[in-house]
């Protein structure tokens, strides 16, 4: 499978964005997907991830309550709506895929990568 990013751009503080990743096939319904970024510099970060249908999610700290991930299997697409960004926000964000039974925030569960989409904040 292959998975593109887009939705990336440039906003002002407590802007919002909508980043959508498309799968190349439908075996994207069984697996377990997330969302991580890296900042120029810095090591990758887990942000958020959701299990295969949809109906459990998990997101670290610094994005809770700001960011929502989400996923339509019929569309091969999952998303992340990210609302009230903030200028440590600013990275590529890239989704990977991990097996359906892995379920973690690890980069080394997740086996298939997007190239990323860049998101910058500006205070």
């Known amino acids: 499978v292959q998975l593109v990013e887009t939705g990336g751009g440039s906003v002002q503080t407590g802007g919002s964005l909508r980043l959508s990743c498309l799968a190349s096939?439908?075996?994207?319904?069984?697996?377990?997907m997330a969302w991580f970024r890296q900042a120029p510099g810095k090591e990758r970060e887990f942000v958020a991830m959701i299990n295969w249908d949809g109906t459990n999610d998990y997101y670290t700290d610094s994005v809770e309550d700001r960011f929502t991930i989400s996923r339509d299997n019929a569309k091969n697409t999952l998303y992340l709506q990210m609302n009230n960004l903030k200028p440590d926000d600013t990275a590529v964000y890239l989704c990977a895929a991990a097996s359906y039974r892995s379920w973690g925030d690890t980069t080394s569960l997740y086996h298939t990568w997007g190239q990323g989409t860049q998101v910058t904040v500006s205070s």
């Open positions: 096939e439908s075996t994207f319904a069984t697996y377990n």
